[in-house]
């Protein structure tokens, strides 16, 4: 049960972003989408999440089925998208914490809002923020962390209603090199637990060391699909221009 | 102005500001349960209610408190309908109608601030709310508004003090609060420069304690900002 997609496009007015885009990620894999800025990276990533609607097109994410085109009937779909995304959860470049609300407050509020008794969301967000590295972090304000690790937190949020399906739009693009690789060692640790990820970056250095696949894009199409073998060998001159420059 | 008048008049303004102090603390409370939903009504952009809360607004952030007050004490009693009705007990009291115009108006600016706090809400608190599974109303409802009235709280501090000096114009339709007494005392003595200094004093007094109030209640409002 990973993702399946097929045919999906998308314009904003007379632009098109992304065209005929078909892929398939099997479960448990960590896949990397990567490629320039504007290449459409973070429109098709917020598509699996349906924040943002496909114009036409399949969609097989979480045991869900999606079909789009100009009929898609847009209630219907809001609350469809409301139970999808308790199943693939997402994680922002700018974290985007609810500055407001402690680091627990963030973590329980879904699951509660959900029906989660409240001491549930509790003892789960413990033992998330023990995962993350953050035991002691639970009563701090978000503002009160360092970038590093707010990131850990919204991954540890997302993680809050165990997803099937992971999403990652540019998690270290906010962040020091130095502190990327914490968010290198959890992607890692959760691709170890089965869990189906996703992450948007144009960091060639980044992606290579998480990556179980590669999807390149440029110009909103898919130039290059594959294992994380593409690194050392791309099959395609684009591929190669990319990972060179 | 001798301490001997000052303490002959202290205590008959004092008798005004027990109802001054409740119209004050009636006109916010209802004020703000109201803007809250306003504010929910605008956010959501329920239809029909939308215009008519717009249209609220426009009207009482549009005149003087003192003509709203004025309306409504002496404008009900233009329709026989109205007097005959169940409401005329309350719209024929002064100190009912003084509630209403301030409540109201309190109301209209308050919505206006929350208003735009809700829009100021950086959009990634929504987006990860929708990103959770929360649909818009949880969304509105447990995240953006907690988040906006902490920060509109500053901005509704003023609001407050506004609506405690506000509630003086209540004396013009005859009710006793402190401004009332002062006037029935100037009428008696005429001694203004006194009377109203003191008025000023109690007034000054108490906008200090609430500017003191308020500011404890922001620090802890928004302690997360620092
Ligand atoms: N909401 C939107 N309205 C109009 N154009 C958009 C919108 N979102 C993205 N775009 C455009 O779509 C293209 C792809 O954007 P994006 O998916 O953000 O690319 P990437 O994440 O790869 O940088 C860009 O040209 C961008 O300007
Ligand atoms: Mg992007």
């Known amino acids: ?245 | 102005m001798n301490l001997e008048a000052i303490m002959d008049y202290m205590p008959q303004l004092l008798k005004g500001l027990e109802t001054t102090l409740e119209l004050t603390f009636a006109s916010l409370f209802s004020g703000l349960a109201l803007a809250v939903v306003f504010t929910l009504i605008l956010s959501l952009r329920f239809k029909p209610l939308e215009w008519l809360v717009k249209a609220q607004i426009l009207l009482f952030t549009g005149t003087p408190l003192l003509v709203q007050i004025f309306l409504i004490y002496y404008g009900p009693a233009q329709f026989k309908g109205l007097q005959d009705s169940f409401l005329w007990p309350l719209l024929s009291e002064p100190w009912f109608c003084a509630l209403l115009a301030l409540a109201l108006n309190s109301a209209a600016y308050s919505t206006q601030l929350f208003k735009g706090a809700v829009d100021a809400v950086p959009a990634g608190d929504w987006e990860a709310a929708l990103a959770l599974g929360m649909n818009k109303r949880q969304t509105l409802i447990r995240i953006v508004l907690p988040h906006a009235f902490r920060r509109a709280l500053p901005a509704y501090g003023n609001e407050m003090i506004l609506v405690m000096k506000g509630t003086s114009l209540a004396s013009t339709i005859t009710l006793m609060d402190l401004m009332g007494y002062a006037d029935r005392l100037n009428a008696r003595t005429y001694d203004t420069l006194t009377v109203f200094t003191l008025a000023g004093v109690i007034y000054l007094t108490m906008t200090g304690i609430m500017t003191l109030v308020i500011r404890i209640m922001e620090r802890r409002a928004l302690a997360f900002s620092n």
């Open chain 1, 1 to 245: 049960m990973g993702i399946v997609v097929q045919g999906l496009s998308k314009a904003f007015g007379s632009t098109t972003v992304l065209k005929d885009i078909s892929f398939s990620i099997p479960k448990g894999e960590t896949t990397v989408l990567l490629g320039a800025s504007g290449a459409g990276k973070s429109t098709l990533m917020r598509m699996l999440n349906l924040l943002e609607t496909p114009d036409a097109g399949t969609m097989n994410i979480a045991g869900m089925n999606f079909s789009f085109s100009e009929k898609t009937d847009e209630k219907q779909l809001n609350k469809q998208a409301t139970s999808l995304r308790r199943k693939v959860g997402m994680v922002f470049q700018q974290y985007n914490l609810w500055p407001h609300m402690t680091v627990l407050q963030n973590l329980i509020e879904a699951p509660i809002v959900q029906g989660t008794p409240k001491q549930d969301a509790i003892t789960r967000a413990r033992e998330l923020l023990d995962r993350v590295g953050l035991t002691e972090k639970a009563e701090a304000w978000p503002s009160s962390l360092s970038g590093g690790q707010q990131q850990r937190v919204a991954i540890a949020r997302a993680l809050m209603l165990s997803p099937d399906v992971l999403l990652f739009d540019e998690p270290t693009a906010a962040l020091d090199p130095a502190i990327t690789n914490q968010v290198v060692e959890v992607i890692k640790e959760l691709s170890q637990s089965g869990i189906t990820q996703v992450v948007v970056t144009h960091e060639v250095e980044f992606a290579r060391k998480i990556a179980s696949r590669v999807i390149y894009l440029e110009d909103g199409e898919i130039v290059e699909d594959g294992s994380a073998e593409h690194f050392k060998n791309p099959q395609t001159a684009e591929f190669k221009a990319y990972l060179e420059h």
